[in-house]
């Protein structure tokens, strides 16, 4: 797959023989943004199967689901032949949705054109499907994928979703595990003092943070994947942190991973976050998370 970043559309001319565009944000790649991308991939030929994104959401950001690499890959899988990227600055924010559909036809001179019924572009998000299909004579727009309750299936009730800690229900409309990735630091060490070490984990983006609690994980180092419990809060039984934490502790694992990166996969929520009694109160809890997860991932 090659990858276009494009600081001005407007300056930017393609010409690829049979060319495809399929057009959208993309921001979690969950199962209706597959689809789409897979109805546009059966529909055109080898090597001409374009996707043309942001760097950023349009609107006000909430979190991200995924991470550019993970992103750019994911979309590699699906069979994305050219990639394009546009730089949504305040500059970009400005142009006329009118001459944004002039942009797609002039300098990329597609053949077929692929998106979803709701996709907006331009300023104040004034353009929509009407007007591209008023414009151009081959434009195919896939309907929503719904949920059992016949709602859209939207990155923004995933997101919801995995802030109430529901990362079950959020996995199956993501169509894979919900990842956070990020470098392991140093933190105060609590859990090697009470004999269950674990790694404190620094996300490399603003990704969505799951409700405080412990969670059944899979944590990949090094590309080898261990089941691990997971964290996030502030350990209110050991010292009671300011900021919520991400800290993971790997089963069957004792290598330093200190300031490598590594990603953590939520399979299910196993309880809130509460304050212990004591020590050993807490211990058994830990004994008692561990035994659990290994029932789950057997």
């Given at each position: 797959?090659?990858?276009?970043?494009?600081?001005?559309?407007?300056?930017?001319?393609?010409?690829?023989?049979?060319?495809?565009?399929?057009?959208?944000?993309?921001?979690?790649?969950?199962?209706?943004?597959?689809?789409?991308?897979?109805?546009?991939?059966?529909?055109?030929?080898?090597?001409?199967?374009?996707?043309?994104?942001?760097?950023?959401?349009?609107?006000?950001?909430?979190?991200?689901?995924?991470?550019?690499?993970?992103?750019?890959?994911?979309?590699?899988?699906?069979?994305?032949?050219?990639?394009?990227?546009?730089?949504?600055?305040?500059?970009?924010?400005?142009?006329?949705?009118?001459?944004?559909?002039?942009?797609?036809?002039?300098?990329?001179?597609?053949?077929?054109?692929?998106?979803?019924?709701?996709?907006?572009?331009?300023?104040?998000?004034?353009?929509?499907?009407?007007?591209?299909?008023?414009?151009?004579?081959?434009?195919?727009?896939?309907?929503?994928?719904?949920?059992?309750?016949?709602?859209?299936?939207?990155?923004?009730?995933?997101?919801?979703?995995?802030?109430?800690?529901?990362?079950?229900e959020a996995n199956i409309f993501l169509g894979r595990p919900y990842k956070i990735r990020g470098k392991v630091i140093?933190?105060?060490?609590?859990g090697r003092k009470i004999g269950f070490k674990t790694a404190n984990i620094l996300p490399e983006v603003e990704y969505?943070?799951?409700?405080?609690?412990?969670?059944?994980?899979?944590?990949?180092?090094?590309?080898?994947?261990?089941?691990?419990?997971?964290?996030?809060?502030?350990?209110?039984?050991?010292?009671?942190?300011?900021?919520?934490?991400?800290?993971?502790?790997?089963?069957?694992?004792?290598?330093?991973?200190?300031?490598?990166?590594?990603?953590?996969?939520?399979?299910?929520?196993?309880?809130?976050?509460?304050?212990?009694?004591?020590?050993?109160?807490?211990?058994?809890?830990?004994?008692?998370?561990?035994?659990?997860?290994?029932?789950?991932?057997?």
């Amino acid at each position: 797959m090659k990858v276009y970043y494009l600081d001005n559309i407007n300056e930017f001319s393609i010409n690829i023989s049979n060319l495809s565009l399929v057009l959208g944000l993309f921001d979690g790649i969950h199962i209706g943004h597959a689809q789409l991308i897979s109805f546009a991939r059966s529909n055109t030929p080898n090597k001409s199967l374009g996707l043309l994104t942001f760097d950023r959401t349009l609107k006000d950001n909430e979190g991200v689901l995924i991470n550019e690499y993970d992103k750019e890959k994911r979309f590699e899988e699906l069979g994305v032949d050219h990639l394009f990227i546009i730089k949504a600055d305040d500059e970009f924010k400005k142009t006329p949705y009118e001459k944004f559909v002039d942009c797609l036809i002039n300098n990329f001179h597609p053949k077929k054109i692929f998106c979803g019924p709701d996709f907006r572009y331009g300023y104040l998000a004034k353009g929509d499907v009407d007007y591209l299909k008023m414009r151009f004579s081959s434009v195919y727009v896939l309907d929503f994928i719904k949920d059992f309750n016949e709602n859209k299936i939207a990155s923004s009730t995933i997101k919801k979703l995995i802030r109430d800690g529901e990362v079950k229900e959020a996995n199956i409309f993501l169509g894979r595990p919900y990842k956070i990735r990020g470098k392991v630091i140093h933190g105060k060490e609590n859990g090697r003092k009470i004999g269950f070490k674990t790694a404190n984990i620094l996300p490399e983006v603003e990704y969505v943070m799951p409700k405080r609690g412990v969670y059944f994980t899979k944590t990949e180092v090094d590309g080898v994947l261990y089941n691990s419990i997971t964290n996030i809060g502030i350990h209110p039984s050991i010292s009671p942190l300011k900021q919520i934490l991400i800290e993971t502790h790997i089963f069957d694992f004792d290598f330093d991973i200190y300031d490598e990166n590594i990603s953590v996969y939520f399979y299910e929520f196993e309880r809130d976050e509460k304050t212990f009694a004591s020590l050993d109160e807490l211990k058994e809890q830990i004994n008692l998370d561990k035994s659990n997860a290994k029932k789950y991932f057997r």
